[in-house]
């Protein structure tokens, strides 16, 4: 693949909505809407099937509502399967399962905060907007190296965008958003940021692999990294706050991902599940060794090498393997289950779109990645 469909902008909720509808009506024979269920504030979470082959790959992007260029992704990849003559064969072959938005209560808190700072903007006023956000917050990274937990002070990106609760368009999630910045003594400069769902709960934290290991780890660090040191993680919070069990019912969007992806893999051929964070420029794709069997660690290694060689992300093998993705490393056997932090520039929500060129760049060698992976040509 050498080009993409849409262009590189900030797309609020009711754009991506548009956007996937204007696809479904369009290709009413390539691409079936399936809701696998419900947000706490009852939302469809939609996933789309395109492709009839016996070969099944899952692809979602945007567990973390603030990692906005996951779902420019999402949706980027879905118009080149539907739209690149060249795919065509992939669609007998293979079917790809994709959820563009996996949680939408948290991309509406996000997404609408920043959509409203940028959706006047020419291009160059938008990149410069994204430069200077980038700019503070690679600031607030230095400042926080020597700081320890800062509760209620804020950061320099928190005074680059404008915003608001009333930015949020459903007065549910507003009022439980205006509540959270309460408890956690925060303002409403914070929601560009906010990752979590409606209520406070971080879905990636909330996983069903080691959770007892991550809920003392978050009590340990009390608030979350470098910049965000000033945000709390052991109550409902804009981040990382793991909840009070393994899916607990405030983390519903985690308990429909794991019941979608176990009855795929119970009743048809799943070989590969894509998940995409930003940022970093990263590969998390190394199981558990503990737990992992030597045909686990081999079909890792060689889907992330070849990941790996087109986009030259950085493979990752951390210490601690607490999310909700290592579980399905070693739980899904003969499927390889890989974590992709896209760019390698930082600052969610919109540091990436400082370098737009660069960012349709890694779209393209992504695209081309995963293709590359599913098909096993190193």
Do not use: W
């Not at 080009?3 to 009506?25: A, E, G, H, R, S």
């Not at 920043?114 to 990274?141: G, P, R, S």
């Not at 981040?239 to 048809?268: A, C, H, Q, W």
Request: with cysteine; aromatic share 12%.
């Amino acid at each position: 693949m050498e080009k993409n469909f849409l262009n590189l902008t900030i797309y609020p909720y009711y754009n991506v909505m548009n956007i996937l509808t204007c696809l479904i009506n369009k290709n009413p024979d390539k691409i079936e809407k399936i809701c696998i269920g419900k947000t706490h504030f009852g939302y469809d979470i939609n996933c789309y099937k395109i492709g009839h082959g016996k070969t099944n790959i899952i692809i979602f992007s945007a567990t973390h509502g603030n990692e906005t260029i996951t779902v420019n992704f999402a949706l980027e990849f879905m118009c080149s399967l539907l739209y690149d003559n060249n795919l065509s064969c992939l669609l007998e072959e293979f079917s790809f399962y994709i959820i563009p938005i996996l949680n939408i209560e948290s991309y509406i808190i996000s997404c609408n905060n920043v959509y409203e700072n940028t959706k006047k903007l020419t291009k160059i006023e938008f990149k410069n907007l994204c430069k200077k956000y980038l700019e503070a917050y690679n600031f607030d990274d230095l400042q926080a190296i020597n700081e320890n937990c800062t509760f209620g002070t804020k950061k320099s990106y928190q005074y680059i965008l404008n915003s608001s609760l009333d930015n949020i368009d459903n007065i549910h999630i507003k009022n439980s958003v205006k509540q959270i910045l309460k408890n956690c003594k925060l303002d409403e400069s914070i929601l560009p940021v906010f990752a979590a769902n409606g209520l406070g709960f971080d879905i990636n934290s909330n996983s069903i692999h080691k959770f007892s290991e991550m809920k003392l780890l978050r009590q340990k660090q009390k608030c979350a990294n470098l910049r965000y040191n000033n945000i709390p993680v052991t109550i409902p919070s804009p981040m990382s706050y793991p909840g009070r069990e393994v899916f607990d019912k405030s983390v519903i969007e985690n308990f429909i991902l794991y019941n979608f992806i176990m009855k795929l893999y119970k009743t048809k051929n799943i070989k590969y599940i894509f998940s995409f964070h930003s940022t970093g420029g990263e590969i998390y794709g190394v199981p558990d060794i503990k737990y992992a069997s030597l045909n686990q660690m081999q079909i890792h290694k060689t889907a992330s090498d070849i990941y790996s060689k087109i986009t030259s992300y950085t493979q990752i093998n951390e210490k601690l393997k607490y999310g909700i993705m290592d579980f399905y490393r070693i739980a899904l056997e003969g499927t390889v289950s890989l974590t992709i932090e896209l760019s390698k520039i930082n600052a969610n929500p919109i540091g990436p779109f400082s370098n737009l060129e660069n960012l349709n760049y890694e779209f393209i060698l992504n695209k081309n990645a995963i293709i590359n992976v599913i098909t096993n040509k190193s």
